[in-house]
């Protein structure tokens, strides 16, 4: 079946832009989770949603940083007035449930800011 | 706080034979643990999970790691190892406390020589 996808693939964006990043879940899937990896930090967890809700979000950077999730699908990462420091690769992850389910990872989007 | 640590960067080994990725992890309660390689350019693809039970998990592409409880360790090995198992290897962590945040290790570079 269909994996995790996500869009853009790539983008380049001047610092202090904002950007809006997509992520499609696996059809069915209900929790939905964002991480970013970077060559600094390695892979850190950003946000966890369970159906629409964001019961953890200790791992946003910053308030410069916003996610939500509608229809229990498809979710949107906003990074507002972005800086140099935001470039990384954001991926996305989706499992069944929350439990030990696997999390299933989209391709990512490399985000460049210039 | 959970951790995990991947001590070695790099493995080198040559084509035909047995490959391991060591990791070890700090967890307060019961482990779930799991295996993701990652090609170039491409997102995190799952390998094998340890939940409970049998000690030595076997997941995709002839992998397989073992659980050791008193060591807190979980090796990914690999009896003969392919140039096509290059790649770079994630071990990750998560607790029944925390059910659904992955904490990672920094990751290990794999280069299977022909």
């Known amino acids: 079946g269909a994996g995790v996808s996500q869009s853009p693939s790539n983008k380049v964006t001047e610092k202090g832009k904002d950007v809006e990043l997509r992520c499609d879940p696996i059809?069915?899937?209900?929790?939905l989770y964002w991480y970013r990896q970077s060559l600094g930090q390695g892979l850190e967890f950003l946000i966890y949603f369970q159906g629409n809700s964001a019961p953890d979000k200790s791992g946003l950077p910053s308030d410069r940083f916003s996610a939500e999730r509608t229809g229990g699908s498809v979710s949107t990462l906003t990074i507002q007035r972005t800086q140099q420091e935001d470039s990384a690769v954001y991926l996305c992850?989706?499992?069944?449930?929350?439990?030990?389910?696997?999390?299933?990872f989209g391709p990512g989007t490399r985000l460049t800011v210039l | 706080a959970q951790s995990v640590a991947q001590p070695e960067d790099q493995v080198n080994v040559a084509e035909g034979n047995p490959l391991t990725v060591k990791c070890t992890y700090s967890v307060s309660g019961n482990p779930y643990l799991f295996w993701y390689v990652q090609y170039p350019n491409r997102g995190l693809q799952f390998l094998l999970k340890?939940?409970?039970?049998?000690?030595l998990v076997k997941g995709s592409y002839g992998f397989e790691a073992e659980f050791n409880k008193s060591q807190t360790s979980f090796h990914l090995k690999k009896p003969s190892a392919l140039v096509s198992d290059s790649a770079l290897y994630f071990c990750?962590?998560?607790?029944?406390?925390?059910?659904?945040?992955?904490?990672f290790g920094a990751g290990t570079t794999v280069t299977v020589r022909a």
């Open positions: 059809s069915g899937h209900t929790a």
């Open positions: 990750a962590v998560r607790t029944r406390s925390n059910d659904y945040k992955l904490s």
């Open positions: 340890y939940i409970t039970g049998d000690n």
């Open positions: 992850a989706s499992s069944l449930g929350p439990s030990p389910d696997t999390q299933y």
